[in-house]
DNA sequence: AAATAATCGATAATATTTTATCTATTGCCA
DNA sequence: TGGCAATAGATAAAATATTATCGATTATTT
């Protein structure tokens, strides 16, 4: 019996693959048949060992002496984040953010595909964004369920972000790229991955002040 | 001789703290006085010794039984992460990205003020967006000296960013937000917190992908 | 063909972050 | 007023992530 189910991989390491991804793609246009991890490391600023560990995840083996072979291991890590088969997902919130998001082409390349926007404002309603048309709230649930859509992004404003939340989750929706600054309130089995500016510009200028304090 | 310099703080506290100065405001429109971390924790379902650690880089401290002022801690995590005194920047890249985050008024109670927007399409210098003039890119440089900018934000294509990125860095920034793809390459004293959505994106998929492997 | 240097992969050590434990304080209630 | 319960704060333990070490492998050079 099998009972590999959860060689757990670490959070650090899945947001560091899609760089790594996108280094392989520049060498592989560039007609490069091999990369080390020291290549790939020195690229980045990291150490080559992080890189090798990193990279193991994919269970793809390098040669010593020569490392990995680009377009293979770009093959793999493409696998392993998924980007070789596109998730249908909806779209909730049709202002800024969310028309960004709809227009950016390249989700698709990252495994992401946004079938259908969903908005309040009856003025945007029926207008097409990016090719995508605007559809009421009111058909969000029942749309999620009739297309068994798994992911929804939520780029609404925060007074409305727990609500829109709940019907997606009860509408049987299993992950939610959160945009809004709120947390949301929701059963651990649904999976939420929170996009948040504040922290990250805190994280700015925090370290700008250190060292604007010590020099 | 004061030799405490560096009681570094956790990136991972700084992250969270925005979180809680959200939930602090909450509680001061609703007027209540104190809040303890059992409280904070249950709302973001977090474990309350974390949320105790994390208050402690603040220096505030509670009371058993009671907990925090909400009014001494709210003001004390907007002190630490500078929301009280506003950094100007300038953002270069005035695409749909760029557009949206010049909008948003809610930077400047996070302590950051966009006060202009470079872009070298010939078509939108000139024009303003969000009451912000487009300036061209010759000037981003000069500028930067002479109004001693030390934060740039970079919303460009992917092809433009390094080069961008140096301009700044020769006039003088000292830290950059960078919402591009690619990591830049830029000398170690030199701020840089990248805004990688591909990444966040990755581990949403990557976990709903573990789920539905193993339900 | 042997020596060399670069690199991988496995294992071990270190550092960081999270979680647990324990003590002391404080308000509340009997 | 005394005991109880909730909570802070300090310290310790555990979990996680990063970095180092070391032996094995393989192309390259001599």
Chains 1, 2 share one sequence.
């Not at 040669?63 to 377009?71: L, N």
Request: glycine share 8%.
């Amino acid at each position: 019996m099998n009972q590999r189910q959860s060689i757990r991989i670490p959070e650090p390491s899945v947001r560091r693959l899609p760089l790594y991804a996108g280094f392989l793609r520049e060498l592989k246009d560039q007609e490069k048949d091999s990369v080390s991890c020291t290549d790939i490391a020195g690229k980045f600023g990291f150490l080559p060992i992080q890189v090798r560990k990193d990279l193991a995840v994919t269970g793809i083996t390098g040669k010593p002496k020569i490392g990995y072979q680009v377009e293979e291991l770009l093959k793999a890590i493409e696998d392993f984040l998924g980007w070789n088969n596109c998730e249908d997902a909806f779209l909730v919130g049709a202002g800024n953010l969310g028309s960004t998001l709809i227009g950016y082409e390249k989700f698709k390349t990252l495994g992401l595909n946004i079938v259908s926007v969903f908005d309040d404002n009856p003025r945007k309603v029926g207008k097409k964004i990016s090719g995508c048309e605007v559809l009421p709230i009111g058909k969000l649930g029942s749309l999620i369920e009739r297309m068994h859509i798994k992911i929804g992004i939520i780029t609404v404003p925060m007074e409305s972000a727990q609500e829109i939340a709940d019907i997606m989750v009860n509408a049987g929706i299993m992950a939610i790229w959160n945009f809004c600054p709120t947390l949301l309130n929701l059963p651990d089995s649904v999976i939420v991955e929170n996009v948040r500016l504040s922290s990250s510009l805190s994280v700015l200028t925090n370290k700008l002040r250190e060292k604007l304090k010590n020099p």
